[in-house]
C-alpha cells in the first residue's frame, strides 16, 4: 500500500466569527485528549470577533507542542453545532471524503504515533510548533474507503456504548445533587466545628513509609517534591483529613481529601483532622460537601494574609452544612460512591477507546 502526504486531502477553514454571531458560550478548548473540552481562557469582555469558527465535521488543532506534555491539543467536531476557537488555532476539514474518511482521519490523530510524529516534527526555538505545512507533508497509509468504513464503524459503536454509559453516569450525579439540595430547604445548617478535632501527629522514627500529597482535585497522590526523611512528617490514618491551608489565588481550589487508604505522611504544612463523633457525621459525607463548589468559595472568602492567604482550621470549624440523620446521611454516600465507581469505569472505557485506535488502523492497513 503506497504512502500518500495527507496535504492532499485536507484544506484549511480560516473562517471569523465576523458577524459576532456566536458569544462566547461557543467558545471551547482542544485538549491533548483528542476532546473538546469546557475552555479555561478568562472571556469577560473579550470581543468575539477574531475567533475562529469550529463546524461540524472540522479539525482543529493548536501548533504549539512544546508545553503539552509531549502531545498534541486535537479535536474533531461530531455534533450539529458549530463552536468558536482562539485565532492561534488551526481549524481544517477532508476535502477528498471519496478518498478518506474525516472519522478514520481522527482514528489516525487518535493515536500515540501521531502525537510522537507531531512533536518530534515540531520546530522553534522557545515555542517549538507543528505547523500546518508539517501536517499536510505527513505521509499516510489510506486503505480502501469499505476497509476505513468497517473500522470507523467499530470505533463508533463502542463510543456510542462508552457514551450511552456516561449518560447514565450523570443521571446519578445529578440525584444524588438533587438530594443534597434537597436537604438544604429541609434542615437547617450546622458549624461542623462541634464534629471535628485537629490532629497534629508526627511521623516519629520514620514509622509510616508512605509519602503522600494532595490535589485540587481532593485525590491523595505521589508527591513532586519529596525530601530525604519522612521523620517527623505530619501523619493522616485512615479516616483523617489533610488539606493545605494556603489559597495560592482567590479562585484556587483547595487540596483537601479524606484519607480511605492505609496510613500515611504528609508536608508538614498540611493540616490534619478527623471527625470525633462519626455516629453523628459520616466522614464520606462531610467530603462530599468540601468537594461542591460552595466550600470552594467559602475558603477562599475566608482566607485571610496579603501575600500568602490561609484558610484556618477555625475557619474550617465555622463551615455550616445541613446534618441529617446517620441512615440518610449513608444512603446518599451509597448514591456518590456508586457515582464515583462507575465514573471510574467510564475512565477506564475511554482509554480502552483510546488504545484501541492503533488496534483497528493496523488492521484496516493489512488488508
Known sequence: MAKTKLGKYIALSDLKNSDNKLDENFVVGLSTNKEIIKTKADLDGVNMISYKLFPPKHFAYVADTSRRGEKISLAYNTIDTTYLVSSISTVFYVKDTEELLPDYLFMYFNRPEFDRYSRFNSWGSARE???WEDLCDMEIDLPSIPEQQKVVDVYNAMLANQ???ETGLED???TCDAYIENLRREIPSESIGQYIEQRNEKNISSQVKLAQG?????????PQ????SLNGARVVRKGQFAYCDVMHKPDSKMPIAL???????????????EITNSKKLLPEYLMMWFERPEFERYAAYNSFGSARPTFDLSEMQLFAIPIPKIEIQQAIVNIYNAYIMRKEINEKLKAQIKN????????????
Do not use: H, M, W
Open 129 to 131: 510548533a507543528f505547523t
Open 163 to 165: 457514551k450511552a454509559y
Open 172 to 174: 446519578l450525579k445529578l
Open 214 to 222: 494532595i490535589n485540587i482535585n481532593k485525590q491523595f497522590i505521589t
Open 225 to 228: 517534591r519529596l525530601g530525604e
Open 259 to 273: 484519607r480511605k487508604d492505609e496510613n500515611c505522611v504528609v508536608s508538614g504544612t498540611y493540616k490534619t483532622f
Open 356 to 367: 484501541i485506535c492503533p488496534i483497528l488502523i493496523r488492521g484496516s492497513l493489512k488488508k
